[in-house]
């Protein structure tokens, strides 16, 4: 991973990475580049729970020390929109009776810093709900996540709505989340499936640097 903080973050060494990023801050390294080494860690996280080495308790220790380390003083200042060129806009959830929002908050943090405009309607979003939302924020995008695997149905069901409200061909689903493996991969009228936040972000810009030809 080659930077201390990345592996103390990936390694839920909560304590160190915290003690790390106030080193780095001291010795001038900016709030981006601590912000991007926090992502990175969480990204490293993320996978780990899809090879089973990690729990959902986990994920939610991560989210809590990125949380921690943005609130440090040193860190409060920090806007990540600052100077961004306005690349687009993603409109996010987790599906119907899924209240895990970790991997989601991970990709809506690093949308975020990259300048896309992301609008998150939380957890346990109704596919109804996800129809309403296009059409008052006209994303560019729909991104659905679902970590369990009781609710991937709900992945369908939304994606069909979309469609039967006609808002379909002007944008892209890209679908992620814990409950989709290679099982899964083929997941009918998604434009992208994937559970790796790097893969996913360039997979998004993309989209917006074409749509934006």
Same mark, same amino acid.
């Given at each position: 991973?080659?930077?201390?903080?990345?592996?103390?973050?990936?390694?839920?060494?909560?304590? /160190?990475?915290?003690?790390? #990023?106030?080193?780095?801050?001291?010795?001038?390294?900016?709030?981006?580049? *601590?912000?991007?080494?926090?992502?990175?860690?969480?990204?490293?996280?993320?996978?780990?729970?899809?090879?089973?080495?990690?729990?959902?308790?986990?994920?939610?220790?991560?989210?809590?020390?990125?949380?921690?380390? /943005?609130?440090?003083?040193?860190?409060?200042?920090?806007?990540?929109?600052?100077?961004?060129?306005?690349?687009?806009? *993603? /409109?996010?959830?987790?599906?119907?009776?899924?209240?895990?929002?970790?991997?989601?908050? &991970?990709?809506?943090?690093?949308?975020?810093?990259?300048?896309?405009?992301?609008?998150?309607?939380? !957890?346990?979003?109704?596919?109804?709900?996800?129809?309403? #939302?296009?059409?008052?924020?006209?994303?560019?995008?729909?991104?659905?996540?679902?970590?369990?695997?009781?609710? *991937?149905?709900?992945?369908?069901?939304?994606?069909?709505?979309?469609?039967?409200?006609?808002?379909?061909?002007?944008?892209? &689903?890209? !679908?992620?989340?814990?409950?989709?493996?290679?099982?899964?991969?083929?997941?009918?009228?998604?434009?992208?499936?994937?559970?790796?936040?790097?893969?996913?972000?360039?997979?998004?810009?993309?989209?917006?640097?074409?749509?934006?030809?």
């Amino acid at each position: 991973m080659g930077n201390k903080l990345v592996e103390y973050v990936s390694e839920l060494e909560v304590n /160190l990475a915290k003690t790390e #990023a106030r080193k780095m801050l001291s010795e001038g390294v900016s709030q981006k580049d *601590i912000h991007q080494l926090m992502l990175e860690g969480l990204n490293e996280i993320g996978k780990k729970y899809e090879a089973g080495e990690c729990f959902i308790g986990d994920l939610i220790v991560s989210g809590m020390l990125m949380k921690d380390i /943005l609130s440090m003083d040193e860190m409060k200042t920090y806007n990540p929109n600052e100077n961004k060129k306005f690349k687009g806009r *993603i /409109l996010m959830g987790t599906v119907s009776d899924d209240i895990h929002d970790i991997g989601k908050d &991970i990709m809506l943090e690093m949308f975020t810093a990259e300048g896309i405009e992301v609008m998150d309607l939380g !957890v346990d979003v109704k596919p109804e709900k996800f129809v309403e #939302a296009i059409q008052v924020f006209k994303p560019h995008i729909v991104g659905i996540s679902c970590v369990l695997t009781t609710s *991937i149905n709900y992945i369908f069901e939304t994606i069909k709505a979309i469609e039967m409200s006609g808002a379909r061909e002007s944008l892209k &689903i890209i !679908v992620g989340g814990a409950a989709i493996n290679k099982k899964y991969y083929s997941i009918d009228h998604a434009d992208a499936v994937t559970n790796d936040a790097y893969e996913g972000l360039h997979i998004c810009e993309n989209w917006l640097q074409e749509m934006d030809r």
